[in-house]
């Protein structure tokens, strides 16, 4: 068998973190699944809310997809397929599985209410099935159009989930799900079963607020003569302080990560691991990540996701960065395509788009810091610089001079050299930047200029 899993979000909104553990689910699933390497992985766009569904937003998600490294096998959308789910919708109806209901949402609500109030659960109670084919004709004459419920079965639905091991449903606690409203349009049932079905999705992977749903759709793909695909329902996802992560979805889209400069590794790495016992670890290339998920090793508990954990992940990941890999965004950013400078300047980095930082050290204008009492030092540094060209041996060789003429050692020695070359404190080894900076820019700086 091979795999096949898809992840099929909305394209009425940008994708946020939660969104990408599910889409990543999918793919190291149907990457990992079989060892065969030949699952695929699906996106579809669940657009059947053509009001809401934009191209913007689903041009948003391939962009997301594609930063996160997630490339899909496949790509399906809802709003094309209406026909097939009108074609399902009418041999539904023809089993009498589907029926005709006509209550206005208050209705429902005071029905909902009045159950409530004595005590039972707020299902709906069926009464369109008593519908005479003249009460329908009455309504058809007031210009009411039906909604449509799928009638369940009123038995246990049984599966094995992957994540959450046996489930079990018993639809008779559950009302019949609308599945089409009023003015035609579906609701996200029946299209999705559909899809899953003749789309062959051998795995449905999705958050738990699903779990009720499989119930139904379960039903439904039986009704339909389909094969129940396996499912595995996750836990969701809690902000760090386990308030709910929606509330703040804003400063979380993937977008915005994605701005703020992160790397895409460092949020796959963080939420392949979040809700696992298994410790996270910043795995530079997609084929680890694949290599060592188990879909298994989810728990049931919620997941914590806190932003500040991609930061410092992002940092380590960073620091371990081939230059192969970086190779082109150095060049994107008129960084020297070098791997001396790449191994130079990584530890310094936290974002990459810091490496701009990096490049105004080598190439200026940087403003010599010059204290008072290290002028003659610099003097002294200025007359002793080895001649050009300068290579990775000659900072020791320039410092173990200085060291013997003046005496200084230590931070006596090295700051003042750092802060006349880079005008500043801290930064990556100046071994390493003495020879991109290069003879005649340190020859300047030494010497006071802005170079
Ligand atoms: N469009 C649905 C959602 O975003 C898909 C859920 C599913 O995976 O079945 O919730």
């Known amino acids: 068998m091979t795999i096949r899993t898809r992840f099929a979000p909305s394209p009425t909104g940008l994708l946020h973190v939660g969104n990408a553990r599910a889409a990543l689910f999918c793919y190291l699933f149907a990457k990992r699944g079989d060892d065969s390497g030949s699952g695929e992985f699906m996106l579809r766009y669940d657009d059947t809310d053509e009001a809401r569904s934009t191209e913007a937003f689903s041009a948003a998600i391939d962009e997301d997809l594609a930063w996160l490294g997630l490339h899909p096998d496949l790509t399906a959308r809802q709003s094309e397929r209406f026909d097939r789910y009108e074609e399902v919708f009418e041999s539904l109806k023809q089993q009498g599985l589907v029926y005709a209901c006509y209550e206005t949402p208050d209705e429902l609500d005071r029905k909902r209410k009045r159950q409530l109030a004595r005590g039972l659960p707020p299902v709906y109670d069926r009464a369109a099935l008593e519908l005479s084919e003249q009460d329908k004709q009455a309504h058809a004459d007031n210009g009411n159009s039906p909604h449509w419920r799928f009638k369940l079965s009123g038995q246990e639905v049984v599966w094995e989930d992957l994540i959450r091991g046996t489930q079990k449903i018993d639809t008779s606690s559950l009302s019949d799900p609308v599945i089409r409203r009023a003015d035609g349009t579906w609701l996200y049932t029946l299209p999705s079963v559909v899809d899953d079905l003749d789309m062959d999705i051998t795995h449905v992977i999705r958050g738990e607020d699903h779990v009720t749903n499989s119930g139904a759709q379960i039903e439904l793909i039986e009704a339909l003569g389909g094969d129940v695909p396996r499912f595995a329902h996750f836990s969701l996802m809690l902000g760090a302080d386990g308030s709910n992560l929606s509330k703040r979805i804003g400063s979380l889209s993937l977008q915005e990560l994605r701005e703020q400069g992160f790397e895409a590794m460092s949020l796959n790495n963080l939420i392949a691991r979040l809700g696992t016992a298994d410790p996270v670890e910043p795995v530079q290339d997609m084929a680890t990540l694949i290599a060592g998920f188990d879909i298994s090793r989810l728990g049931r508990a919620p997941a914590r996701f806190d932003p500040e954990d991609v930061a410092r992940l992002n940092a380590r990941i960073l620091h371990d960065m081939s230059f192969a890999s970086v190779q082109q ?11 001396a400078f790449w191994l130079s300047v990584r530890g310094n980095l936290e974002r990459f788009d810091e490496i701009t930082d990096m490049v105004r050290l080598i190439n200026g204008p940087v403003t010599p810091v010059v204290e008072d009492d290290d002028a003659a030092f610099i003097a002294a540094a200025r007359d002793a610089l080895p001649a050009a060209p300068l290579t990775a041996d000659s900072w ?16 006596g020695l090295f700051m003042p050299l750092r802060q006349a070359l880079t005008g500043q404190a801290h930064g990556p080894e100046m071994q390493h930047l003495l020879p991109l900076i290069g003879y005649d820019r340190v020859m300047a700086r030494l010497s006071g200029s802005d170079a």
């Open 329 to 339: 965004r150095l060049a994107a950013l008129g960084a020297p395509e070098e791997e």
């Open 396 to 411: 020791s060789a320039w410092t173990s001079e200085l060291k013997q003429q003046t005496g200084r050692k230590g931070r």
